[in-house]
C-alpha cells in the first residue's frame, strides 16, 4: 500500500473511531442527559437571550455551495444545509417558548463565515464548514451533515489528474479552506511549483477555469459536481484526483453558549436516528433539485453513512 493511501485509509479509520468511542463511552442514561443539560443551563446563554429577546434568528449562507447552500433562480438562500438548519430553528423556537421565530439571512464567503458567527452577527452557519480543532478556538460546531475530501475540476480535455501534475500550471481555491491550505503546504514541503491563486468564491473559481484563466479548482468534491451539474455545460468539466483532505462539514455557532450547542446537538442526532436526516440527504443529493431541476445523483458515501451509526459532534483533528 502507497504511503498516501495508508494516510487515507488512517484518516477513515480515524474518523469512524472517533464517533464510536463519543458514542460507546460510559453514560449514566437519563440522569447524566438531564445533569448535562442542567449544567448547560445554568451557563451565560447570550445567544439564545438575544434570539429570545429579538424575536429574530440569523442564519449565515453560502451564495453558490450547491447543493449545500446557494440562492435559487430569486436569490433566496437554498439548500441540504439551510433545511437542516430551518429545523433547528423550529426547535429553538419551541425551547424558547416563542410563537414564532423570524428568521434573517446574511451572506457569508470562507473568509468571513467564522468571524461573521464569532462576532455574533449570525446565530447558525449553514454552509459547507469543516470541523477541525483551529476553528474550534473560535466556534463551535455540531454533528456533521456531511462527510467529503478535497479533489480538482479542470476541463474536459485537460491531462492534469493529480496534484502533482498542476506543477508550473494554476490552481485556485478559495481563501482560507482548508483545501488551499492543504495545497499551499504540499507546494512548500514538496517543491511542486503549483501557481496557487485565490478566487472569492466557488462560482468564480469555476469562470476562472472555464474561460482558461486557472488549470484546475480545488474543493469539497461533492461541491465540485454540484457545480457542474448547475453550470451552462457540464460536459466541459470532470473532477479528477485522489482525495486530498478528508472534511467533517457541520453546522457551526457560537462557543461562548452550551446550552445553545446541547439543544443542536441533541436535535441533530434525533433527525439522524429517526430517519428524517437520511430523508432530507435524498431530497438534495438524489432527486432534481433548483434552479435548473438537475440531480446530482450522488448516494450517501461510506463515510457519512458510517459516522451517523453514532452520530456524534467528535471529530478527528
Not at 479509520?13 to 438531564?34: E, I, Q, T, V, Y
Not at 414564532?100 to 446565530?123: M, N, S
Not at 459536481?225 to 462539514?249: C, H, M, N, Q
Amino acid at each position: 500500500m502507497s504511503s498516501r493511501a495508508s494516510c487515507h485509509a488512517v484518516l477513515v479509520a480515524c474518523l469512524a473511531a472517533a464517533s464510536f468511542a463519543a458514542s460507546a463511552a460510559p453514560k449514566g442514561g437519563k440522569a447524566d442527559a438531564a445533569a448535562e443539560a442542567a449544567s448547560a443551563s445554568a451557563l451565560p446563554h447570550p445567544v439564545l437571550d438575544r434570539i429570545k429577546a429579538s424575536g429574530h434568528i440569523v442564519l449565515a449562507h453560502r451564495e453558490s455551495s450547491v447543493p449545500f447552500s446557494y440562492y435559487d433562480a430569486n436569490k433566496k438562500p437554498i439548500g441540504y444545509a439551510l433545511d437542516i438548519c430551518k429545523d433547528l430553528v423550529e426547535t429553538l423556537r419551541k425551547h424558547l417558548n416563542l410563537p414564532a421565530l423570524q428568521i434573517d439571512y446574511v451572506p457569508v464567503t470562507t473568509a468571513t463565515r467564522i468571524d461573521t458567527v464569532a462576532q455574533g452577527k449570525a446565530d447558525l452557519e449553514c454552509g459547507t464548514t469543516t470541523n477541525n480543532a483551529e476553528r474550534r478556538q473560535k466556534v463551535a460546531f455540531t454533528v456533521p451533515h456531511y462527510i467529503t475530501g478535497a479533489r480538482y475540476v479542470v476541463r474536459a480535455d485537460s491531462p492534469i489528474s493529480e496534484l502533482d501534475q498542476f506543477e508550473d500550471h494554476v490552481l485556485v481555491s478559495t481563501p482560507n479552506s482548508n483545501p488551499y491550505k492543504k495545497i499551499d503546504e504540499a507546494n512548500r514541503d514538496r517543491l511542486l511549483r503549483i501557481k496557487l491563486q485565490t478566487a472569492p468564491d466557488n462560482a468564480k473559481a469555476m469562470e476562472m477555469v472555464a474561460n482558461g484563466q486557472a488549470d484546475g479548482f480545488a474543493m469539497d468534491d461533492v461541491q465540485l459536481y454540484g457545480l457542474i451539474a448547475e453550470s451552462a455545460d457540464p460536459k466541459k468539466f470532470k473532477v479528477v484526483g485522489k482525495l486530498l483532505t478528508i472534511e467533517p462539514l457541520a453546522i457551526m455557532m457560537s462557543k461562548d453558549d452550551p446550552e445553545l450547542k446541547r439543544i443542536v446537538d441533541d436535535e441533530m442526532k434525533r433527525l439522524i436516528r429517526s430517519g428524517e436526516g437520511n430523508a432530507l440527504y435524498a431530497r438534495w443529493f438524489t432527486k432534481p433539485i433548483p434552479p435548473k431541476n438537475v440531480s446530482l445523483n450522488l448516494p450517501m458515501n461510506y463515510l457519512l453513512r458510517d459516522f451517523w451509526q453514532y452520530p456524534s459532534d467528535v471529530v478527528p483533528n
